[in-house]
């Protein structure tokens, strides 16, 4: 919708932002009687009586996330949401007084507060260290303020409002416009925070910031934050320009998952409010019901555990099984088109939002509706126009490949152009680093980003990518990778045999054009598919190129012979490299190379194309790490040195098992017994593929045309080969 | 009982080794109303028709483990046993058939064979490269010709013992004294073998062959095999002295839960074999039921996911899910005392044997008897005698301290005199590394011992106990090694608010005596309890003492400044230091230093006692490793130098938890503010801790009497306490 200023019109009494005065009315009369709601609610009760027990604590502001002030504070809006809840569906004014104590002490302590104590913020909040906390803050307060309105007095909610959530809303917004007026997972937090207080206090000034930013604002173009991100490049702000901007067509969020997730409550909270209490906004149809389609998105973006791929800054471990999902599962499902394959996710999730949207999904679930939710393979467009680049998701069997050919992701955006990462029933195997942080672990750095997170884990050796000079993509700058974005080339899926995703990076190095295929096909009945993997790099220029596998395990055996260094080296000075330590190097004879290792009892190969010469480096992460803030993780490098062009080819196979219980291997060693490319130019490249029963298959990939119905023609060793579409797979055998 | 020579009293008819007549008719009664046994057959049934449907395969053998002739020969044995069992359970001569015809494969093969074409063993087999392996398949093999022996005209089974039977077992016992007679696993797994087969046989020679031993035989007592173990020092051999002599009158098997569980096998499906044809022996009762004692010792000896304490040569992940152990928990069940608590644990191996104990623990399953199988702490005695040492285990809560004060293990034992491990819900904090091999993956060595094994994992450095002069315990020397056993001191683990395990060693070093008092101690209710560790050495000479702690996990915060090295330095050049790499140094400045760390999303501090000067070595696995056959973990070493008389005082604390998905850090930090030492001489070591809350505990240990109910007097800061038995805790805050 264009920006308008609107009256509101309140619809019904209090609770109408979250709960509704008729979910309550529903969710008491089944109360007892669905099995997930009523857990669900149990917990919540268990929970919150202890915190009442334990007695209200308001401590002045102090720490770091991590720290004690800053624990207690989340701890009391987290605490004082459920309670709100609690009093509205058990009718007990406990709660009521609970949260209204609670409140006053706010009232009380924030009129008193200068800026946080610790500096460390472009945005410092008042309760906490950042304005993004206190954003958390207001908008868990507002739901229950809105739970106990009718049971305050006119004087006190008067003395509420005045004296801490209009000046609270106030600090975050036109205090901190650098925070508040910009798109960003903080912006979003700051516009929902304070549009939600805006609905419960009918307060249309706020709303409207909320929804389309401080108007009439300048903000340097140039200004950045913490994270190096720039604050306003564009001039955009308020609710519906965060969620404009970020999402693409197909609910891919641009910073990736993580911040996908993070940013998911207040999207869909609010969205949940306002459709409430402004339902002629038919905010869950903007864009295309955009809203609805991220939630599918992210739970796309997750592996056979649920945990989500770690695209850009995102820590392990993080899945679907995250309150903020509970919450985005029950409402996509409530105000979407009532999927069924969302109740298998809810059931996973054991617990259900307590309200109407979590009631709808606890009925849903009691009525047997679920049906699995099955993860397909999926190009998911990035770029809010959805035309700048792509994560390619290609599964088959127990194997899950993200390969990342997006936009760079705003200010947790990698430098990791064509990167991509694997894992096998929901363990990486070839790993994605994450971010050199522990969130909220006050002991490392405040709980916040370490500095190896910007000297490491975004640079592109870090990744699964070609490095070029030891260089990152866009020289490791911000300001140039922000201007760019991968081409999304080919993705095709729908063959069992034969999954193909493949895209193009022409700007990461200038002369320089990357083009990276990978395929998961099956080579043979009952066993996995292989990982084919056609990173082609053409330069105007000589250079050096590396590419890392950052594999996870233990090496079994390796078909070259390789020398430990007595003692590790460091393998280079900056961009990363200064992290690494070199522990072993080989030079290729020019044949394949083949890397055998043992990854939590599955056994894996990879197999690469190599030219005589070639180094190979057996590096661990780990170098120049003074506070152990890294993982020392291991990885295989190839180098190609002194070339224009050059083509890595490997294949990567998840072949056997192991049990430490029957201590038996089962297909200890690669099925395959060579791979070789047949032809390699700017229209086909043809990877021949011998298995150890000596059956022999054939893919050609064309390069300049993606058309999926064109027919080629390709004569190879004088065999004429013709097939429609992009790509092809013979079998030689026949 | 004493040697003597029997004549065979054949009782009933065949099958009468384990499965029995009556226990066929007993299991075709109840097929189909036993949900254990019915699912453990259908499993075991698929398994067999599917190696039917893939035909027999009985190559020339070749390879090492891991390499298909091995693992093919092996997998034959195995499906004959299973099959046997089936033709009698299902009536079907199909399975008959199959066991028959790749007998007569094996009876065509065998004589034709020369020993084994792999030369690394001390007794190279002929179907296998060791002794060994040839005597598992006849194990298996006596039980598959059991089942169908009636199925056999008397000529087919003339041809059948003659050609292959009698010179498989003659092969295994007189053609290969060195293996057969002696007390070893290796032995053990001999002497059954042609125990077995002379009993389905009833060959009263071969019968008293394995039952004694071969007689009048003459072996160099400074003989040894591949692990360096000698192979007869004192003449033993048969059976039964390896059933006298490894297993102390507690159960526990001198070589550890790993052979243990190895040896079981062997041990309790003999024993039941004996027990069906030849009661009169009495098997079950010998050495006061140790046979049962053993499964039960055997159970207690591994962690909350089932899997066993690493002490001595032991691979990880190995657990009581293994299916030698379910033969054991069946046998101990249904021979024993039909102890309820073993169904709690044959349930969650969720399968029994087929035959008659298996028939008699599903029926208890069924029947509900089951109780809980709770896991205690308990102190196991080592020796024959049970007079050389002990394993001391120390459970509460999550926590399970695993304490070894042993004689050395024979052959697979490690220099690791009062060392320790501790888990916290089944994971290791603090590990054993193990063994160095990966058992049965043939690319790594044959899936042998691997050299790493001897120059580190058995290294005294590779453990949590004290190293002298940078030598290993008994100098490294095995010879030495067996002629000691450290002491028992005090175990008292009655009371839930302190366990204590206390044991000396007066022989690792000469002129130095180690005792280590290891206790958990519940200072506050709602905490884990604490481990406290006082490692006291006295010396007549001045020596330098290491004491390394091999945590597990990613260092959070460190109380003291440490340096990284820019690059990692080996810490040594033997005795398993050449396997360390030095990657960070500290110097105490004499106070208490608090190492914090996180490790399976749970957080820990270390806070030991220093003195000034005292170097503290942030270290790692994995130097002069030219295979990556080590595991790359890291300790912490604590060095002291050139002193006489040392006391390593530290308390280990699992304080805290973090969640990935809520990302919130609870407890972060260590409970403690400050431990020190008030007292500590040759009568008593006193030591004081300090709480974040200021509460003080004081715990008094006596050094020089064990004797619970002596009552003792002693003075501290003109404070007198007065206490009874060998230990006190004493609160300082009432
Ligand atoms: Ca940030
Ligand atoms: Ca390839
Ligand atoms: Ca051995
Ligand atoms: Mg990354
Ligand atoms: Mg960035
Ligand atoms: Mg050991
Ligand atoms: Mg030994």
Redesign the interface.
Known sequence: PKPQRFILKTKGSHPNLILTQEGVVKIKKHLGTIPIFDSSLEIVKKEVDNEIKNGIEVPVPKHYS?GYTH?RHKKNYITMQKAGVLFQILNDDVYANYVKQMLFEYAKLYPTLPVHPKTRSYARGKLFWQCLNDSNWLVYTSQAYDCIYNFLSKNEREILEQELFKPFANFISIENPQFFNRVHNHSTWGSVAVGMMALVMDDDTLLNRALYGIKNLKIDPTLKDNDGGFINKHGKAGFFANLEDPFSPDGYYTEGPYYQRYASYPFLVFAQALQNKKPELEVFKFKDSVLIKSVNALLNLSNAKGEFFLLNDA?????Y???ALVSAVDIAYHFGEQNPELLSIAKQQNRVSLNDAGLTVAMGIKAGKEQPFIKKSIELSDGSNGKQGAVGVLRSKDLELVFKYTAHGLSHGHFDKLSFALFDNGEEVVQDYGLAR???????GG?NYLKENTTFAKQTIAHNTVVQNKVSHFQGAYEIASKHHSNAYVFSADSDAIKVASAKEFNAYSNTKLHRTMALITLEEDTNPIVLDIFRVESSNKNQYDLPLYYLG????TSFKY??L?????LGTNNGYQHL?KEAIATSNGENIKF?W?HSNRFYTYTALTSKNDNIIMA?IG?N????NL??D?CLIIRKKDTENALFLSVLESHGT?S??????NN??SNLKDIRVLCNNNDYTAVEFTLINNTQKLFIMSNSSSNLNRTHQLTIKSVKYQWEGAYTLINLNT
């Open positions: 991590g624990e820590q392990k471990g993080m899945s099984h995250t309150s522990f969130v909220n672990i006050e002991q490392k709980g233990q090496i079994m055996q020398s430990k007595d003692t590790p080296e460091v330590y055998n043992l661990r170098a790490d003074p506070d152990y993982r020392n291991p192991y430490p219980v029957s201590e038996i291997a200890a060693y």
